[in-house]
Nanobody, 123 residues
Framework: QVQLVESGGGSVQVGGSLRLSCAASGYTARRYCMGWFRQAPGKEREGVANIFIGDGSILYADSAKGRFTISQDNAKNTLTLQMNSLKPEDTATYYC????????????????WGQGTQVTVSS
């Protein structure tokens, strides 16, 4: 079975940083997409960033560009989201996900999800 476990969430002040990690197992495809999504209370889940494990292509949501960095360590089967210059609007539960493609930031293309890790940014 495919398992995704997020970690690294917490509470941070405006302008601070957090590093989220996702430990993945059970997905053996040679080329696939891994992404980070987030969901705030009362809002729909939205894409943050993804990476195509095949050619290394990366997509960022406009809200993440210049502040967040997505990376994948294939040797450790770990997906990372480095978040800098955090803002209150970044407060959400963050999820990692895996899909076979197309590699987009829309949730229907990702059938496998972790349980999420909470990020709270206060001023």
């Amino acid at each position: 079975q495919v398992q995704l476990v997020e970690s690294g969430g917490g509470s941070v002040q405006v302008g601070g940083s957090l590093r989220l990690s996702c430990a993945a197992s059970g997905y053996t495809a040679r080329r696939y997409c891994m992404g980070w999504f987030r969901q705030a209370p009362g809002k729909e889940r939205e894409g943050v960033a993804n990476i195509f494990i095949g050619d290394g292509s990366i997509l960022y949501a406009d809200s993440a560009k210049g502040r967040f960095t997505i990376s994948q360590d294939n040797a450790k089967n770990t997906l990372t989201l480095q978040m800098n210059s955090l803002k209150p609007e970044d407060t959400a539960t963050y999820y990692c996900a895996i899909g076979s493609g197309p590699c987009t930031l829309t949730t229907p293309y990702y059938p496998y999800w972790g349980q999420g890790t909470q990020v709270t940014v206060s001023s």
